[in-house]
């Protein structure tokens, strides 16, 4: 398969980014090859504007958006990896999210979460977060963050299967970090092929 990885954070030494790095060792040992979007290295410019609107659905979007779209498209799985913030994304992924994945070309309807135009593709968040796991279960907020991105936002863009992957205690020893980089590469090395729940 061909694997694209999408990392948001602006230090190249963060441990969000030997998460991406370690999916990505992982992906070439199960014999995938990969392609990094460094959304911050980069330059993407999240912020939804005019251009956007004026453009949804066109042919001829704004061109910074039909680049991540053609890297979308020859992509058979991605992997999202952007730090837990305020239980939700950061502002770069959010915007990345809102302006790529665009009405008309990933998808034309709001009933069926299922249903994308786009073809299916494995989909991955690897996602550090400070909290602890029982934190993230009892008081709700891994539920909440199942439902608005595995239940309501990925299926939407075709990524099927999709697994949500929080790294938990990002912040936490040595010991712990590395349990985590070694999970990150299990997740790649282990990747499952595309396939439509319907
Ligand atoms: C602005 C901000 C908001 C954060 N919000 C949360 C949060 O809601 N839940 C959580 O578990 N951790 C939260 N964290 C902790 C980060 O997810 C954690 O430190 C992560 O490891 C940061 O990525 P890095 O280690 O690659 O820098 C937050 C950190 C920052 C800077």
Redesign the pocket.
């Known amino acids: 398969m061909h694997v694209l990885t999408i990392l948001d954070?602006p230090?190249p030494a963060?441990?969000?980014?030997a998460v991406a790095q370690q999916f990505m060792d992982g992906a070439k040992a199960a014999g995938h090859s990969v392609e990094l979007a460094d959304l911050n290295a980069e330059g993407f410019n999240p912020l939804w504007s005019m251009a956007d609107i004026e453009r949804e659905g066109d042919e001829a979007a704004p061109a910074d958006v039909v680049n991540e779209q053609e890297r979308i498209a020859r992509a058979d799985a991605i992997c999202l990896v952007f730090?837990?913030?305020?239980?939700g994304m950061p502002s770069m992924t959010k915007g990345w999210v809102d302006r790529v994945w665009t009405w008309g070309w990933a998808y034309d309807q709001l009933d069926d979460p299922e249903q994308s135009l786009q073809r299916s593709r494995t989909g991955v968040l690897l996602i550090?977060?400070?909290?602890r796991s029982d934190e993230?279960e009892n008081d709700g907020y891994l539920a909440a963050l199942e439902t608005a991105w595995i239940k309501g936002t990925f299926g939407y863009f075709g990524l099927s299967p999709r697994k949500l992957e929080v790294l938990y205690g990002?912040?936490g020893s040595l010991k712990r970090r590395q349990a985590l980089l070694e999970k990150s590469y299990q997740v790649g090395l282990t990747l499952a092929p595309p396939q439509r729940t319907k």
């Open positions: 954070h230090n963060s441990f969000s980014a730090p837990l913030f305020w239980w550090p977060a400070g909290a993230m990002s912040t």
